[in-house]
Nanobody
């Protein structure tokens, strides 16, 4: 059964940190580039970060660059998002998603139509 299951969300204070995990099953994980998206209340879903299938290359939205770090462990079929220096505007539901490895080099990498598999999302709330 194909699944992407996110975990690690919760409440954090401004300036705090969280680490999200996304465990994959039911497909050949190391054939896929992986991404994190987020959707804040009243806003469209946006791409936050992506990582190539082997993990050697990463991408970040300008809004999180320098604060968030994406990584993956292909032996564990898991992708992570380490979020530091959290801000209230980082509050959103965070989703992991999988796309074919060749899409990683596309100009439209974060276009949702490119993604084959999605997780159910995990809530991140940044508030004092």
């Amino acid at each position: 059964q194909l699944q992407l299951v996110e975990s690690g969300g919760g409440l954090a204070q401004p300036g705090g940190s969280l680490r999200l995990s996304c465990a994959a099953s039911g497909f050949t994980f190391n054939n896929y580039a992986m991404s994190w998206f987020r959707q804040a209340p009243g806003k469209e879903r946006e791409g936050v970060s992506g990582i190539s299938s082997a993990g050697g290359s990463t991408k970040y939205a300008d809004s999180v660059k320098g604060r968030f770090t994406i990584s993956r462990d292909n032996a564990k079929n898991t992708v992570y998002l380490r979020m530091n220096s959290l801000k209230p505007e980082d509050t959103a539901v965070y989703y992991c998603a999988a796309t074919r490895s060749t899409i990683y080099y596309s100009r439209t990498y974060f276009a949702e139509d490119n993604y084959d598999y999605w997780g159910q999302g995990t809530q991140v709330t940044v508030s004092s």
